[in-house]
């Protein structure tokens, strides 16, 4: 038989005759016996090889939280997801919390305590624990009466009271400082309330969202709780009353949060304030809700902001701010949230105090607001009492200076940092050379929370507990341990944690401390407490001329805004971080300046273009992205690059934001992060480093949009996206696959009942967070790249989220939609025909497999792909020393052992955690059964804060996935190309009833 | 152009070719005077499986007990060892050598740095559990020979791609691709 040299013939000759060569080298069986063995000298009880074990403990990447469980393997840590247990985060995790594991494994840590050499030109040198702690006892004798500080981050913990209990002993002081503080709620809450704490808010039950800049789904407060209430709340399900709650999003710029909005007010920055007293107002006047009697306290504060005296100052027209009023007060469960730029003017206590306000008058206060959780975030002493300390330590107050968890001459950048200068010793507790410990005296790196005992309390009535999930990487100390040896208390921090436990437990205690690690934490609710209007209230009232800087015509409103991934900065020596888009502008590795299109074109600008914004204070520069997502007269950077230490994936990358702003403390005691600056082009320019390819979709069913009236409106069965699957022209082509796939039914695997795997991604539900991203990045290896390639398209990135603009009927950006991309494990897939060494095949369970040791790297299949979800490994990231390492020692610690670390010259993508699914099916098989529905749970469906995921069988009937394929709302991306896909989108609905997109 | 293909012989050893007649009574371990002519690579202590596995009988899975249940076997912690050597001391002054550096290693807390016999490359996964699931807790002479009768272990099989399709063809159980590639 004589076979036409087809391309997988002509390969198969090429491969015989280059094989000669190889062989002489590959004789013999098995590879070289040089590989070693080292058993355990006592096997740990929880280890067995192969299985993983789960260990409970806390994030500490913000103060929210969240509980986690730890996999660990063989010792190693090697993937963080949410725990369940948790009322916090209910088994979610955000971005940042996911990348947690690359601190604990990060190549920069500081290894071992280090102190500064007082000859030899003043760098630092290794000494060991005793001598440096001897070292220091002694300075802390020397400094008694010269001015003691601990600074601390955000520490409503047992270590927190023990570093109290320190320094009344040694007579000195603790501060807590947290770079995006949240000076402005609580005073803002003092002065409509006269309390000075945080309540906790109840976006699950509320039915119309307002946020006053309060980025409640990327860094406000609790993000992975608030993105899963208010997925529930603002998710379309089928007409269920408590449903689609609108969502309004009120600010400058279009943030994560304010991208999932329906509607977008972009007011003049500063003048959120206004529109809530108008709106409340409006309530007043027209009697549009239940008002609490003692509203009428408000009524002078309200009669000077009717909508017609504040419509001009806001810069939106009067009857829009009557009909917010009137929707919000009508929905019978309006919440206003007020955080995030909008409390970072300098009126910034004003505007909350007047969203309080607002909240009060429809009777939200003490139901959706519930005061008395007392969130520890707003634990933090305030921004003027940081001012205080810079002053003092610049004066010489402060003979010794510790720092732990914070970082503040990163975020204070000139006046901190030279302040430090004048500060007779300083000591830093962190395992990072970040921007502080750089400029320290002696450095006692600390254990990484991942290898701590500890505790903290982020609400009332839940303690979080933090327990060793795996041993200490390097030779670093829990500070809480050194803390006690300092204080000449014996014992260690874990009996001290035992300790405040045990009171008032006795006997029952053991059985507690065991139940309540293998928790996480002791859940309890949080006591409400009933609030009401402050009875002086004239305080409140917003100043209605917003003071502009001191600059004339040429100066703009400058907003600098936290990033949703790196915050202020902690997160930019994580790779996983540095690497995932940010969700708004698509930008990785680098900073950016949000210029709007119309200003963009008077200045003659192109996005890439650099900018150098000077400010009073300081002077930066950021390459344009050009974006109608922010107002024509604002500019808007993000903070988190700039670092001048941090390690390698941090330092001296970009500009850092916080040079602009101004130092001293504002009237309520916080930091404004709005400056007026003039912009100057400087001719220089870069290429951004983005993964977006267009910012719209231009019709091509990528993603679907539905008006609320018209999704109401469906009956099961409905299908108004289906017109497009298998066109006219096609069928032809369908028959033809249908007969191959008989054929190909009678072979081996493929006889016979076989699930058929797919996955179900609601819109509505989705807010673009990018969490899934990197689980996708922990679960499978993948490969961070860094910013050269990245910037030549070459990411790994096997899920990525794209958003395209919703508009209005001006064009003007009112949100976004995003869809998460990833392969469609296609049931008549382009990929599979196209490779000439079956590497891409079709698994008889319905994915595209892709077998890394078959693929040769022709790279056809990612030509042949239209959903464009192939990803090619252009070099070895897996090469030790090599140019664009991603795993340096000991980083690949956290290589998940189940996922084969993929080489040069392969391609890979997403084959939904396959080792997930066959996980699932051999550990059915030992317990004599079949895989159930929710046996397995795809790591992008696993960490999803929305719940916008669902993995299943599709040919199992019962499974909640095939419910879901078959909603009215369901369509297939691309469905025209006859691809088949497994994935089944669910149309995003919004408010507005003619939406348009694209 | 040189094609050499060195195949060795597989499973012929003196050692092996002894057991065949020993089916049914008790197995007797022979006595080794010269280590040099034993196949595979030699261990940092002389371990002989002949002895525990073959002449005292004692289960694969005492040890390896985790074959069972994960997807890898584990080498046996030195405590498990020392369980029985504090008391097991050896009969001859050869094994007397040899336990006697098992109970150093354990009174110095540095265990041995054994020699790996049986590798797959890092893109196969081999789930031990399924398969003594199926073919029973008897059957890892299937892959890994007879063990029992080995005064130093060597590998006697392929590990191939080839050698472990042949035996899923022959039970008719699943060769898709990502079963084991992934």
């Known amino acids: ?998 | 152009m040189v094609l050499i293909l060195a195949l060795p012989p597989v499973g012929l050893s003196g050692q092996q070719a002894q057991s065949a007649s020993s089916a049914t009574s008790r197995y007797q371990a022979p006595v080794i005077s010269d280590t040099g002519d034993l196949k595979g690579p030699r261990q940092p202590i002389f371990f002989r499986h002949d002895i525990h596995a073959g002449q005292d009988q004692i289960p694969c899975m005492y040890c390896h007990y985790s074959a069972s249940i994960a997807s890898e076997p584990g080498i046996p912690s030195l405590q498990t060892c020392i369980g029985c050597h504090q008391l097991i001391g050896g009969s001859t002054p050869s094994h007397q050598a040899e336990i006697k550096k098992v109970r150093d290693a354990w009174r110095e807390r540095k265990p041995p740095e054994w020699i790996r016999i049986h590798a797959l490359p890092g893109f196969v996964r081999f789930p031990h559990m399924r398969h003594i699931k199926r073919l029973g807790t008897e059957s890892c002479v299937t892959c890994h020979g007879e063990v029992k009768t080995m005064a130093q272990v060597s590998q006697v099989s392929t590990l191939k791609m080839g050698w472990c399709v042949r035996c899923h063809v022959e039970n008719k159980v699943s060769r898709d691709c990502s079963v084991c590639h992934y």
């Open chain 1, 1 to 998: 038989m004589t076979e036409p040299i087809n391309r997988r013939r002509f390969l198969k000759v090429l491969g015989v005759t280059g094989a000669g060569t190889a062989a002489v080298s590959a004789c013999g069986i098995g590879p070289e016996p040089t590989e070693r063995l080292i058993p355990y000298l006592i096997q740990p009880e929880d280890q067995i090889p192969g299985i993983a074990t789960y260990y409970a403990t806390t994030c500490r990447e913000c103060a929210a939280g969240c509980g986690v469980r730890v996999r660990v393997r063989e010792g190693r840590a090697v993937k963080l997801e949410g725990n369940p247990d948790s009322p916090i985060n209910r088994g979610r995790l955000c971005s940042r919390g996911q990348a947690a594991i690359q601190g604990l494994y990060n190549p920069d840590r500081v290894q071992h305590p280090m102190v500064r050499n007082a000859t030899g030109g003043g760098s630092l040198e290794a000494i060991d624990w005793d001598g440096a702690i001897q070292r220091l006892s002694a300075k802390v004798a020397e400094a008694r009466g010269t001015g003691i500080v601990f600074l601390t981050g955000a520490e409503a913990s047992s270590f927190g009271d023990l570093v109290d209990e320190w320094m009344r002993q040694v007579g000195g002081r603790r501060l807590s400082y947290e770079a995006f503080g949240f000076d402005a709620l609580r005073a803002g809450n003092r002065m409509a309330f006269g309390t000075a704490s945080l309540p906790t808010y109840d976006f699950a039950n509320a039915k119309y969202l307002l946020s006053f800049g309060a980025d409640f789904l990327d860094t406000w407060l609790s993000p992975v709780e608030f993105q899963n209430g208010f997925s529930r709340a603002h998710a379309f399900d089928g007409g269920r009353s408590a449903s689609m709650a609108k969502f309004v999003y009120v600010g400058p710029r279009l943030s994560l949060t304010g991208m999932n909005a329906d509607e977008w007010i972009g007011v003049r920055p500063g003048s959120e304030g206004a529109l809530a007293l108008a709106m409340a107002q409006v309530v007043v006047s027209r009697r549009l809700a239940r008002v609490p009697a003692d509203a009428s306290r408000l009524s002078a504060v309200l009669s000077a902001h009717t909508p017609r005296a504040v419509a001009e100052e806001i810069g939106i027209e009067q009857d829009v701010i009557v009909r917010l009023a009137t929707e919000f007060a009508r929905s019978g469960g309006g919440l206003a949230v007020s955080g995030g730029i909008a409390t970072q003017y300098a009126n910034g206590a004003e505007i909350v105090a007047a969203v309080n306000i607002l909240n009060y008058v429809v009777g939200s206060v003490g139901t959706l607001v519930k005061f008395g959780a007392d969130l520890a975030a707003g634990s933090t002493n305030s921004f003027a009492d940081i001012a205080a300390l810079t002053s003092d330590m610049a004066a010489g107050k402060v003979g010794l200076l510790f720092v732990h968890g914070t970082n503040p001459a990163h975020s204070l950048p000139g006046a901190f940092q030279q302040a430090l200068g004048k500060v007779g010793y300083k000591v830093s507790f962190s395992s990072f050379m970040d921007d502080t410990t750089a400029a320290c005296d002696m450095i006692l790196p600390d254990h990484h929370p991942l290898e701590q005992w500890a505790d903290s309390r982020p609400r009332a009535g839940v303690t979080a507990f933090q327990q060793p999930v795996v041993q200490p990487v390097f030779d670093t100390k829990q500070t809480g341990d050194v803390v006690l040896r300092l204080a000449g208390r014996s014992g260690t921090f874990q009996d001290y944690l035992q300790a405040k436990h045990r009171t008032g437990r006795g006997a029952g205690f053991d059985q507690f401390w065991m139940d309540t690690l293998a928790k996480g934490g002791t859940y309890g609710d949080a006591p409400t407490r009933a609030v009401r209007l402050s009875t002086d209230l004239a305080a409140a009232v917003p100043p209605l001329q917003q003071e502009r800087g001191s600059g004339g015509e040429d100066k703009q409103d400058v907003v600098v805004f936290p990033h949703p991934v790196l915050h202020d900065g902690r997160g930019a020596n994580k790779p996983w971080l540095q690497e995932l888009p940010d969700p708004v502008s698509k930008i990785a590795w680098h900073s950016w300046v949000e210029v709007h299109p119309d200003t963009a074109a008077r200045w003659g600008l192109a996005t890439g273009d650099f900018l150098v914004l000077t400010s009073d204070f300081g002077s930066q520069k950021f390459p344009t992205w050009i974006t109608p997502s922010v107002r024509p007269d604002t500019l808007a950077v993000p903070t988190g690059q700039g670092h001048t230490a941090y390690g390698r994936y941090a330092q001296d990358r970009s500009a850092n934001a916080f040079e602009l702003l101004d130092r001293k403390a504002n009237a309520y005691g916080g930091r404004t992060f709005a400056v007026s600056a003039t912009a100057t082009k400087t001719g220089e320019h870069r290429k951004i480093v983005t993964t977006e390819g267009s910012p719209r979709e231009r019709g091509r069913g990528t993603v679907e949009v539905l008006g609320v009236a018209r999704a109401k409106a469906l009956h099961a069965g409905d299908h108004p996206f289906h017109h497009e699957e298998t066109p006219e022209y096609a069928a032809e082509a369908v028959a033809w696959w249908a007969e191959r796939q008989h054929e190909k039914a009678e072979l081996g695997d493929y006889r016979g009942e076989q699930p058929r795997w797919g996955l179900a991604i609601d819109l509505s539900k989705c807010t673009g967070c990018s969490a899934c991203v990197t689980a996708c990045y922990a679960e499978n290896n993948i490969a961070t790249v860094g910013e050269d390639l990245m910037q030549r398209g070459r990411e790994m990135s096997w899920l990525r989220l794209e958003r395209y603009w919703l508009t209005d009927e001006h064009g003007e950006p009112q949100g976004a939609v995003n869809s998460p991309m990833l392969c469609q494990q296609c049931g008549n897939a382009p990929c599979e025909p196209v490779c000439p060494v079956y590497a891409a095949y079709h698994t008889p369970d319905g994915l595209n497999g892709q077998v890394y040791n078959r693929c040769v790297g022709t790279r056809y299949c990612s030509n042949n792909c239209p959903y464009k979800v192939r990803y090619f490994n252009w070099y070895n990231y897996a090469e030790r020393e090599g140019a664009y390492e991603a795993w340096p020692e000991p980083l690949s610690m956290l290589l998940n052992p189940d996922v084969t670390v993929r080489e040069k010259g392969v391609m890979e993508k997403c084959t939904f955690c396959v080792q997930r699914i066959r996980g699932a099916q051999n550990q059915a098989r030992l317990e004599d059964r079949n895989v159930r529905d929710g046996d397995i749970v795809t790591a992008c469906q696993q960490t999803c804060p929305s719940d916008a995921i669902v993995f299943g069988d599709l040919n199992d009937r019962r499974s909640l996935v095939y419910q879901l394929a078959g909603n009215p709302r369901g369509y297939h991306v691309l469905a025209g190309l006859n691809t088949k896909p497994a994935i089944t989108y669910l149309a995003r609905v919004v408010a507005q009833d003619t939406p348009s997109h694209g």
